[in-house]
């Protein structure tokens, strides 16, 4: 969360499995990662009253979780701001959250052009609903940014020029240096990274499209 002193809330599970994905314990296994009960966690905040100006909730998809409503209003009710990491499959609750204003900042998740989402999210996606996620971001009074992981064989300059073209206008766009390192489908740990040269140019596509670009991991 840029600009702010802030604290990361992980929340497991995901309706996705993007074969890239650098969380797949969130996302596979989230039973058996630590948990520290909600209690905790606002006494947690409590304590750093004072200096602690917000909070990033991200996952993992968070928006899988019926009770997230209770947890944001518990953490509005001290104070901070909130963003929201979100992959837009929910579109409604995104929407529900938003009215309710129970956030300041979103980032949604492209995952690639439309005709290639379900390949590149590991599962069949109503890419409708994406798309109103995107709607409901454009048309709202809250901060909100895209961004993009540009994974080789997913993502190339034609990709970026087909995401721009649906996401024209957006106030901020944020490309992503795939990491091989860890990813959900073991097979992606082979593949090389774009190098920075072919990154920057891709942000470059990108720079006619929104307000402002970053290159992340590069």
Known sequence: FPVYISSTIFLGGCNFRCPFCQNPDLVLNPGELPVMPQELFIEFIDSRKGWLEAVC??????LIHK??????GLIKEKGLRIK????????ERLREIIQKGLIDSAAMDIK??????????????????????????????IE???????????????????IGRMLEGGPLFQIQQFS???????????????PKEEVQRLGRIAEKYFAKVNLEGI
Do not use: C, H, W
Not at 156 to 161: A, C, L, P, R, T
Not at 180 to 194: A, C, G, V
């Open 112 to 141: 690639a052009p439309l005709d290639k989402y379900s390949l590149a999210s590991g599962v069949d996606v109503n890419v409708e609903e994406i798309k109103k996620s995107i709607s409901i971001l454009k048309n709202s009074n």
């Open 84 to 91: 929201l990491d979100t992959n837009g499959s929910f579109p």
């Open 67 to 72: 009770d997230l409503i209770q947890l944001l």
């Open 57 to 62: 909730v991200t996952g993992g998809e968070p």
């Open 144 to 162: 909100y940014m895209f961004r993009t992981t540009v994974v080789p064989g997913l993502i190339d300059g034609k990709s970026i020029e087909e």
């Open 180 to 194: 091989p390192k860890i990813t959900l489908d073991e097979s992606y740990r082979t593949i090389e990274p774009y």
